[in-house]
């Protein structure tokens, strides 16, 4: 199954790669560089089928539960200062996505939008301590009963070109349903309340709907 942020970019790649093979066999007589073209677009075809993956994963609903929104490695768990919505300090947890990773984003928790918005700005790589500032991004606030509200900012990387927000103040939404799609390297930083008992480490890999980030109650 794919995302369908992918359907425009898998179409071209199938296109392409019918191209190629279609031209290799007409115009190309060396045997080693027809195949070496032939095996080349099959090879970009298969990384972009790869990339634009989106498995299914059925999601065990628990308010006082917030799952990793995304795929990846926890790169950062630290107080820091949110100066955008909260202007007070929270606890961040950090996951990078590698471009093989899964790109799909995914609701933390169940609950209301209070804020969502889109910001423009530079393609840092994306474990740059200023990428979570400066990078194209956006932030989305959501709010619940268990956790008061609870803050994830998607961050473009140096590769990706376009952040997809599906959150929309006033929605209700459901915990580990499709919140959007990030091309490419990418990052999603939570701001979660200071005092909120974690349950992943650094360097642990995370699985979007998955794994459980921190647990109250």
């Known amino acids: 199954m ?4 992918g359907t425009k970019t898998i179409l071209l790649g199938i296109i392409f790669t019918a191209t190629v093979l279609l031209l290799s066999d007409n115009f190309i007589d060396t045997m080693w560089l027809k195949k070496l073209a032939q095996i080349g677009a099959f090879l970009i075809l298969l990384i972009i089928l790869q990339f634009f993956r989106n498995p299914k ?5 628990n308010d ?3 799952l990793s929104p995304v795929d990846g490695k926890v790169v950062v768990i630290e107080e820091v200062y949110e100066g955008e919505y909260f202007k007070d300090k929270r606890l961040q947890v950090s996951i990078f996505m590698s471009p093989i990773n ?5 609701y933390p928790i169940s609950g209301i939008v209070k804020f969502s918005k889109y910001h423009p700005g530079k393609f840092l790589v994306a474990w740059h301590p200023k990428a979570s500032e400066e990078n194209e991004r956006t932030t989305i606030v959501v709010e619940n009963n268990t956790f008061g509200a609870i803050l994830y900012r998607q961050i473009a990387g140096a590769l990706a070109r376009r952040i997809v927000n599906y959150a929309e103040e006033g929605m209700q939404i459901v915990q580990g349903t499709d919140a959007g799609f990030i091309k490419f390297g990418s990052r999603v930083d939570l701001f979660l ?16 709907g998955k794994t ?6």
């Open 102 to 106: 899964v790109h799909v984003t995914r």
């Open 57 to 61: 994963r059925s999601v065990m609903l």
């Open 64 to 66: 006082s539960q917030i």
């Open 193 to 208: 309340p200071i005092g909120t008992p974690i349950d992943v480490v650094l360097n642990q890999k995370a699985i979007g």
């Open 212 to 217: 459980i980030i921190a647990t109250k109650g």
């Open 2 to 5: 794919f995302h369908k942020e």
